[in-house]
């Protein structure tokens, strides 16, 4: 059984190809890839700082702990 999604699981083929087409149409062949290397920068970073901030938690969580276990 093949999973979509949830913005997609409502279209079908034709919808999807005529999103395509209206891309193509204003934004042009040539632009689509500088798009999309944008996007995937865009997403590189967005996960970059998502894990900065895992990893600053990290650290304060163990800092406490450490205290804690100072006090007693």
Do not use: A, C, R
């Not at 999604?5 to 062949?29: D, N, R, T, Y």
């Not at 996960?47 to 800092?63: A, N, P, S, Y």
């Amino acid at each position: 059984m093949i999973t979509y999604p949830l913005f997609l699981g409502s279209l079908g083929f034709w919808e999807i190809l005529l999103i395509v087409l209206v891309i193509i149409l204003l934004f042009g062949g040539k632009k689509i890839p500088e798009l999309m290397k944008g996007l995937g920068k865009g997403v590189k970073s967005f996960k970059k700082g998502m894990q900065e901030v895992e990893d600053e938690i990290k650290d304060v969580t163990k800092e406490l702990e450490d205290d804690d276990k100072k006090q007693q």
